[in-house]
């Protein structure tokens, strides 16, 4: 089974959760392209890093859930795939760039972490957060996306809560997986408007 990022239920509302996420490192790569082919434009970078594809710096304990190979390391796969656009497309442009990124096992950080030997491939940390989270199952499209966005959106200030960062739309599921049993996110990072 796929390692899960770790998160905390604060509060569940009708249409969505609010969660607290704990400080987690991404593997991620940005792509210019639609919505729907940013995540497989990405995926065999990403892949290839956790596959091995990567400068070893460390030794890493057999009991780890890191297999340790010559000059590499494989990386244990968790769950979700994020991806977020970056920026508005151009006006008449469907195409835009998005960051598409694996969230590391937890027990990763910066510096321990196998440094990616592909460029396209950069780790960033991301801080502590909390963000109001829909989720729903369907195909990868970036209507499904945007309507789910809007009612993620619109029942924000009735819980109390302001957006703070842009959405970010997470994939748990392999494409081959049937679009009714996929399990998709948004997740929108938010403070309290009493805060």
């Keep these: 089974m796929t390692e899960q990022q770790p998160y905390e239920v604060i509060r569940g509302y009708e249409h969505f959760e609010l969660r607290h996420y704990p400080e987690h490192l991404l593997a991620e790569v940005s792509v210019e392209g639609s919505f729907e082919a940013a995540g497989n434009q990405a995926f065999r970078h990403l892949f290839a890093y956790i596959s091995g594809e990567n400068r070893s710096n460390q030794a890493v304990s057999m009991t780890a859930p890191v297999v340790q190979s010559e000059g590499s390391q494989r990386i244990a796969m968790t769950a979700p795939v994020v991806q977020e656009p970056v920026g508005a497309p151009e006006p008449g442009q469907q195409a835009g760039t998005h960051r598409v990124a694996f969230v590391l096992p937890e027990d990763f950080t ?65 494409p081959y997986r049937p679009w009714f049993l996929r399990r998709n996110e948004i997740l929108v990072d938010v403070s309290r408007a009493s805060d």
């Excluded at 966005?149 to 109390?160: D, I, K, T, Y």
């Design 110 to 174: 910066l510096e321990s972490a196998p440094q990616p030997t592909d460029p396209v491939v950069t780790l960033r940390v991301v801080a502590e957060r909390e963000a109001a989270v829909i989720r729903f199952s369907g195909r990868w499209s970036q209507t499904r996306y945007l309507r789910q966005l809007e009612h993620l959106r619109s029942a924000l200030p009735v819980a109390g809560l302001l957006e703070t960062g842009g959405p970010r739309f997470a994939r748990f599921d392999p």
